[in-house]
């Protein structure tokens, strides 16, 4: 089986548009709402979307998709759902720096990253590190 490297991001709604500005200059294809079909979908839609298309979801809607991810994942293993989502992608503190400083650290989780599927995480800005998020519904 040949494993393919994460190449496609969703940005959802809720992300500056600057930010796949930044990606797309650091080789991503960066799909967006507008393009994709989902513009003011639920957050399950763009999570649905991104699953089937085999994308990771890049949001700010950290509480939200959490509980989705702990959803999907429960209904992935009950087989329910045929498969775990491609991935999810968030950060904890927001600001306006954001784009220039989030794009990056993007990027260095994902370059030699063979896919996401089924894992979600958060950047914490004020350590600069990713954090997996577990599947709880907390």
Not at 55 to 68: A, E, M, S
Request: charged share 25%; aromatic share 10%.
């Amino acid at each position: 089986m040949t494993v393919v490297p994460v190449e496609h991001v969703y940005l959802d709604e809720d992300v500056p548009l600057q930010i796949g500005d930044l990606l797309k200059a650091r080789g991503f294809t960066v799909h967006l709402p507008r393009d994709s079909g989902t513009v003011s979908a639920a957050d399950a839609v763009h999570l649905e979307r991104c699953s089937r298309e085999g994308w990771v979801l890049i949001t700010q809607n950290r509480r939200d998709f959490r509980r989705l991810h702990a959803l999907w994942m429960t209904l992935n293993y009950w087989r329910i759902l045929p498969q775990p989502h491609g991935g999810i992608l968030t950060v904890y503190e927001q600001d306006p720096l954001l784009p220039t400083e989030w794009a990056p650290a993007i990027d260095e989780l994902l370059q030699g990253r063979q896919r996401l599927d089924g894992a979600m995480f958060m950047w914490r800005r004020s350590s600069r590190e990713w954090q997996p998020q577990p599947m709880t519904f907390m």
